[in-house]
């Protein structure tokens, strides 16, 4: 079994900074893609940010410039520093990854969701 735990979501200002986290723990063999995405109230789920085991990352042009994401492949964790955050950033912002368990069988897992709300 595999699981996704995010963390560090919250309420911040315009302006401000939050890190997100993302834990991926379990029968794990080995961790491809990871990425976040994100969901406001009434829209589709969006691509936020992604980043392969090499290190090569792919962001909406939403967040270019913004947003950073980065990864801990020792951890098995994905991070998401967001900067300069703005109120339509606020969202349900959910974790994923490609993973492999110890059968070789890869599948796509998420996280539970971390809100993020900026406001002032």
């Known amino acids: 079994q595999v699981h996704l735990v995010e963390s560090g979501g919250g309420l911040v200002q315009p302006g401000g900074s939050l890190r997100l986290s993302c834990a991926a723990s379990g029968s794990i063999f080995s961790v491809a893609g990871m990425g976040w995405y994100r969901q406001a109230p009434g829209k589709q789920r969006d691509l936020v940010a992604t980043?392969?085991?090499?290190?090569?990352?792919n962001y909406s042009d939403s967040v270019k410039g913004r947003f950073t994401i980065s990864r801990d492949n020792g951890k098995n964790t994905v991070y998401l520093q967001m900067n300069s955050l703005k109120p339509e950033d606020t969202a349900v912002y959910y974790c994923?990854?490609?993973?492999?368990?110890?059968?070789?069988?890869?599948?796509?897992?998420w996280g539970q969701g971390t809100q993020v709300t900026v406001s002032s």
């Open positions: 980043i392969n085991r090499a290190g090569d990352r």
């Open positions: 994923n990854a490609r993973i492999a368990d110890y059968g070789l069988e890869s599948a796509d897992y």
